[in-house]
């Protein structure tokens, strides 16, 4: 499989386990103390990653681990994560999941501009189409929850600040290493502000919950950062927006947050907007 669909591939994995980590993340969020779900969410996918890097007999290397772009990834992508779940307790999964649609658009250009990495008409169309999903999803009405809003925008640019990161990381580096470094760094910063003292003793679902969401980050986390390093980002960013699909779809299941005309649309016009990035992707040259 050529590297960008591969990258296309591996990108619309992870966008499914994010998603599923997310709706996990915001019904034990109702249940137990935010911070203690994001410690222990990042504490037992550290510790999952640290067993498949031995299954793998990959080695860590602190000298790798600790470099600077490294770290700089791995604080990026944790204050992003924390500010993502708290703006995500008081909206509606599709909704925080359209806001931060607006990161492959970034990312994209970012990456263009910083790394010189071209992007054609076709992706630029498609960027486009999708742009337009969102817009229509969200219908540009953040339900007076301007907090929670400027919230995600906040972690958006973080999450550009993230993928440029990524780009920029040493490809000696093993990509297991650098989404161990990531996933610890959550708890590391969010121990501090959790409030140990008003932790509780999880319950039986509550629990796997946990480890379901530990599951799904740990995952998504390494196949993201797997597919940004054997691609450009803009030729991945169109599959990032398969992400509000599944929002759409989890949050129907689960909620039951019926999508009205405008969510349908929006949708529409993503799934169009990715099928013309899948094209673009396998017939594109390399940069």
């Known amino acids: ?29 109702h249940g137990l103390p935010i911070g203690q779900v994001m410690t222990l969410r990042g504490i037992a996918a550290a510790a999952l990653l640290v067993l498949v890097m031995r299954a793998v007999s990959v080695r860590m290397e602190w000298r790798q681990a600790l470099a600077p772009m490294s770290l700089l990834r791995a604080v990026f992508d944790a204050l992003a994560s924390i500010l993502f779940v708290h703006a995500l307790l008081d909206l509606p999964i599709a909704t925080v999941t359209a806001f931060l649609q607006t990161v492959p658009v970034l990312s994209s250009i970012a990456g263009a501009r910083v790394f010189r990495e071209g992007i054609s008409r076709v992706q630029w169309l498609s ?10 999803i969200t219908g540009l009405d953040p339900a007076g929850s301007l907090p929670a809003v400027l919230v995600v925008l906040l972690a958006v640019v ?10 920029k990381t040493d490809p000696s ?3 297991l290493t650098i989404a161990l470094v990531s996933t610890l760094a959550v708890p590391v910063l969010n121990l501090p502000l959790s409030g140990v003292a008003d932790w509780s003793i999880p319950g039986p679902l509550q629990a796997g919950l946990l480890a379901g969401t530990a599951l799904c980050v740990g995952g998504g986390t390494l196949l993201l950062i797997i597919a940004m390093r054997i691609t450009t980002l803009s030729r991945i960013a169109p599959f990032r927006y398969s992400a509000m699909v599944f929002a759409v779809i989890v949050g129907a299941v689960v909620w039951r947050e019926i999508p009205d005309a405008g969510v349908l649309l929006g949708v529409a016009l993503i799934l169009i907007g990715g099928t013309l990035g899948a094209g ?8």
Do not use: Y
Request: proline residues 5%; hydrophobic residues 60%; glycine residues 6%.
């Open 1 to 29: 499989m050529e590297a960008p669909l591969k990258g296309a591939v591996l990108v619309c994995i992870a966008m499914l386990l994010f998603t599923l980590n997310d709706a996990m993340v915001k019904l034990a969020g």
């Open 127 to 136: 960027l486009g189409l999708c742009m337009s999903g969102v817009i229509a």
């Open 158 to 167: 973080l999450m550009v600040l993230r993928d440029l990161a990524t780009r």
């Open 173 to 175: 580096v093993p990509s």
């Open 280 to 287: 673009a992707a396998r017939t594109a040259p390399a940069t």
